[in-house]
């Protein structure tokens, strides 16, 4: 589905990431683990044109997304929930999940996804009229989350779900990753919690100063050494 070949992306000066190439199929989890500054986010950034590669290509269903601008990327059936979730604080939880699915015209269509967003958010159902702001970090998260999914997803980037959010709420959001995933949509994780990435992804890279060091079955990575020293505190 998703093809990164020979990536490489510059901030000025500094090379920030060096020839990173990774596939993620039709139906996986795929999580992207590395340190702080390891370039992560920057991969996510220019998979959905809020970045320009300085080389390479990025491929979505057959068709060279690089050069896109970010305004179409949506379009292509990519969402991408950023880091610090960004939801719009002085919306309602109504308005944001609708500001989802401005790229649509289906009224009804639309009305139903809203409902299946709220069956697998409840809190977000609860909190419908709600101003974004004042939702606890973890309800952010879901919205923003759910936000993504009204534009009908073919993948979904994520970047840091779990960041900041108390253990429980963590366990709930990876459970809805997993939920998201067996919907039928494809899932692309970025993710400072190695331990509960690998748990739930089925491939998984390792990035380090902006290359791809390892990379293989989850179920690989977490019984290697040297990922269980660097991210698994092993």
Do not use: C, W
């Amino acid at each position: 589905m998703l093809n990164v070949t020979d990536l490489n992306v510059h901030y000025g000066k500094i090379h920030a990431i060096k020839g990173v190439s990774f596939e993620v199929n039709e139906g996986e989890i795929v999580t992207l683990i590395g340190a702080n500054g390891a370039g992560k986010t920057t991969i996510l950034q220019t998979i959905s044109g809020l970045l320009k590669p300085t080389e390479g290509s990025i491929t979505f269903n057959g068709e060279n997304v690089s050069k896109m601008p970010a305004h179409q990327i949506p379009e292509k059936g990519i969402a991408h929930v950023p880091e610090g979730r960004r939801i719009f604080a002085d919306m309602t939880v109504h308005e944001n999940l609708m500001m989802g699915a401005y790229i649509r015209n289906d009224k009804e269509e639309i009305e139903n996804d809203l409902e299946r967003i709220f069956l697998n958010f409840p809190r977000l159902k609860e909190r419908y009229k709600q101003i974004a702001g004042t939702l606890s970090g973890g309800e952010q998260q879901m919205l923003a989350m759910g936000r993504a999914l009204m534009t009908r997803p073919k993948l979904i980037l994520l970047d840091e779900p779990s960041m900041g959010l108390a253990p429980l709420l963590v366990d709930e959001i990876f459970n809805m990753i997993q939920t998201i995933n067996s919907a039928g949509t494809t899932v692309l994780l970025v993710e400072q919690n190695a331990n509960k990435a690998l748990h739930i992804a089925n491939r998984a890279y390792v990035l380090e100063t902006g290359r791809i060091k390892l990379s293989g079955s989850a179920k690989d990575l977490m019984a290697n050494p040297e990922v269980q020293q660097a991210y698994l505190g092993g």
